[in-house]
C-alpha cells in the first residue's frame, strides 16, 4: 500500500532522512520507533507532503505522491494524526469531526460510537476539552477522511494512563476492523502488542526492522542501543 524507497528530506541545508526504506501492506499495522529527533516526524512529513523529499519516491498504492502537495496525498487515502493534535480549537467538536469529512464508512454516528465522550461534548468548542479529548477529537477527525492508511503520530504522547489505554483501545479496534495503520509511539511494549511489524529509525537511517517475533528476541541490546533515552 505504502512504500518508501531511498527518501532523503532536509529542513534547509540540514539534512534530516538518509535514504529511508519503509513499506506497510494493506491492513498492516507498523510501527516506526527511535528517540526523538531521530526521523520518525519527518517521515511522516514527508509521506504527507509537508516537508517535500529531495530525493527517493514515495508510492501509495503503486502511484507516486512525492511531490504532491498534501492535499492531494489527503485525497488519495492517507489520514494524519499529527503529533500536538492541531485540532481546530474556535470549532465545536462535531464542526472539528465534519470539516474533512468524506463519504464512506466512518460519519458522525460512528465516531461517536467509537468515543461516546464526544457525543457527550459534541457542542464545547476544542479549547473546551481535556487533552484525552482533544486526541480523541484528532482521531475521529482523521477517521472522518475515511483514510485507506491512517497514521498515528505520538497520539498517547502526555496523557493520562486511563486515557491511553482509550487510545490503545481504539487502536486495537481499528486493526481488528482491518484498517492499516502507521504508528509512532514511545512505548515499545504496547506497539509489540498491536503491530505486525517494526522499523526503527536511528540518525534518519533504518537501523533495524522485523516483526515482534524478532524484536523480543533481541530487545535489551535494540532497547540500549537505539530506544533507551
Known amino acids: 500500500m505504502l512504500e518508501?524507497?531511498?527518501?532523503?528530506?532536509?529542513?534547509?541545508?540540514?539534512?534530516?532522512?538518509?535514504?529511508?526504506?519503509?513499506?506497510?501492506?494493506?491492513?498492516?499495522?507498523?510501527?516506526?520507533?527511535?528517540?526523538?529527533?531521530?526521523?520518525?516526524?519527518?517521515?511522516?512529513?514527508?509521506i504527507m507532503g509537508l516537508t517535500p523529499p529531495r530525493a527517493g519516491t514515495i508510492r501509495f498504492r503503486g502511484e507516486r505522491i512525492d511531490g504532491l502537495p498534501s492535499f492531494r496525498i489527503a485525497r488519495a487515502g492517507i489520514g494524519l494524526v499529527p503529533e500536538g493534535r492541531q485540532i481546530f480549537p474556535n470549532l465545536n467538536v462535531r464542526e472539528n469531526l465534519i470539516a474533512g469529512g468524506r463519504g464512506?464508512?466512518?460519519?458522525?454516528?460512528?465516531?461517536?460510537?467509537?468515543?461516546?465522550?464526544?457525543?457527550e461534548r459534541r457542542?464545547?468548542?476544542?479549547?473546551?476539552?481535556?487533552?484525552?479529548?482533544?486526541?480523541?477529537?484528532?482521531?475521529?477527525?482523521?477517521?472522518?477522511?475515511?483514510?485507506?492508511?491512517?497514521?498515528?503520530?505520538?497520539?498517547?504522547?502526555?496523557?493520562?494512563p486511563v486515557v491511553r489505554e482509550d487510545i490503545w483501545a481504539c487502536i486495537r479496534r481499528l486493526r481488528?476492523?482491518?484498517?492499516?495503520?502507521?504508528?509512532?509511539?514511545?512505548?515499545?511494549?504496547?506497539?509489540?502488542?498491536?503491530?505486525?511489524?517494526?522499523?526503527?529509525?536511528?540518525?534518519?537511517?533504518?537501523?533495524w526492522s522485523g516483526d515482534g517475533e524478532a524484536f523480543r528476541a533481541d530487545a535489551e541490546a535494540l532497547q540500549r542501543q537505539f530506544l533507551s533515552v
Open 104 to 119: 464512506g464508512g466512518w460519519g458522525l454516528d460512528e465516531v461517536y460510537e467509537l468515543f461516546p465522550r464526544l457525543a
Open 4 to 46: 518508501l524507497e531511498g527518501v532523503e528530506s532536509a529542513y534547509g541545508s540540514s539534512r534530516v532522512l538518509f535514504g529511508v526504506d519503509l513499506a506497510v501492506d494493506e491492513g498492516e499495522v507498523v510501527s516506526l520507533m527511535g528517540r526523538n529527533g531521530m526521523g520518525k516526524t519527518t517521515t511522516i512529513r514527508a
Open 123 to 160: 457542542d464545547n468548542m476544542g479549547t473546551q476539552l481535556s487533552g484525552g479529548e482533544q486526541q480523541m477529537l484528532a482521531i475521529g477527525r482523521a477517521l472522518m477522511t475515511n483514510p485507506d492508511l491512517l497514521i498515528l503520530d505520538e497520539a498517547t504522547e502526555g496523557l493520562a
Open 176 to 207: 481488528g476492523l482491518g484498517q492499516s495503520l502507521l504508528l509512532i509511539d514511545a512505548n515499545p511494549e504496547a506497539l509489540l502488542a498491536v503491530c505486525d511489524r517494526h522499523y526503527i529509525i536511528d540518525r534518519g537511517r533504518i537501523a
